[in-house]
């Protein structure tokens, strides 16, 4: 069965550099979810979308940007990244027509130097 | 707001102990879901079971055992006779359904399992 794909898998950036994670939800799921798991930490909930609108945000900086396009995939958009960003990034779909169930992807990880 | 708590941070034990961890959550909402997710150090979250709060029957599943008590807001997993293998980070999570929570998931900060052979 067909899973959340992410990419890329690792990333490497430097600080004050720009990095796009993206998303490739379940097919026929229409809301994707995007978690922050920094070292030790548990994962946060940043942001979601439904039907390309944003639907909730949590607590994501102001330097990150994401939306959801029209083949219902997702991209992070991170700029002036710093050193805390470094972090697991997971994205979740959901599609509730098919059952209530998020789905996680195998995680982004971001390390910034 | 939703609140979950796992308290034990970390715990080790020898193989084939029993050992169970506890999660205790807040909310104010009536339905919800639970989650127990696993971690293991390659890093992806792996499913392992998802409760509605309408249903309070124990599961088990092979080794594992989760115990619901939603009068003591708590929802505790059990593992049988552990092995090596399932030596990660476990984490409880919640989903609140109602109210446009839109079922975002929140974690509690995980408990690390050891197994020593």
């Known amino acids: 069965a067909a899973g959340v794909i992410q990419s890329p898998r690792h990333l490497i950036k430097e600080k004050r550099e720009t990095a796009t994670l993206k998303c490739y939800p379940i097919?026929?799921?229409?809301?994707v979810y995007w978690y922050q798991q920094g070292p030790g930490q548990d994962p946060q909930f940043l942001i979601s979308?439904?039907?390309?609108?944003?639907?909730d945000k949590g607590s994501i900086p102001d330097r990150f940007s994401a939306q959801q396009f029209s083949d219902y995939h997702s991209e992070l958009n991170m700029s002036s990244l710093e050193l805390g960003d470094s972090a697991l990034y997971f994205c979740?779909?959901?599609?509730?027509?098919?059952?209530?169930?998020?789905?996680f992807g195998p995680g982004t990880r971001l390390t910034v130097l | 707001a939703q609140k979950v708590t796992q308290a034990q941070t970390e715990i080790s034990v020898v193989e084939k102990e029993d050992v169970t961890l506890d999660c205790v959550y807040e909310t104010r909402d009536t339905t919800y879901y639970l989650f127990w997710y696993k971690q293991p150090p390659s890093g992806e979250l792996v499913f392992l079971i998802r409760r509605n709060s309408f249903d309070e029957q124990n599961e088990i599943s092979g080794r594992y055992s989760w115990n619901f008590q939603k009068s003591t807001s708590s929802f505790n997993f059990t593992i049988t006779a552990s092995q090596v293998v399932d030596s990660a980070v476990y984490f409880c999570?919640?989903?609140?359904?109602?109210?446009?929570?839109?079922?975002?998931?929140?974690f509690g900060k995980g408990t690390l399992l050891t197994v020593n052979p």
């Open positions: 097919p026929r799921h229409d809301t």
């Open positions: 979740a779909s959901l599609g509730l027509a098919v059952s209530n169930e998020q789905f």
């Open positions: 999570a919640l989903s609140e359904i109602s109210g446009g929570s839109n079922y975002k998931l929140t």
């Open positions: 979308f439904y039907e390309k609108m944003q639907s």
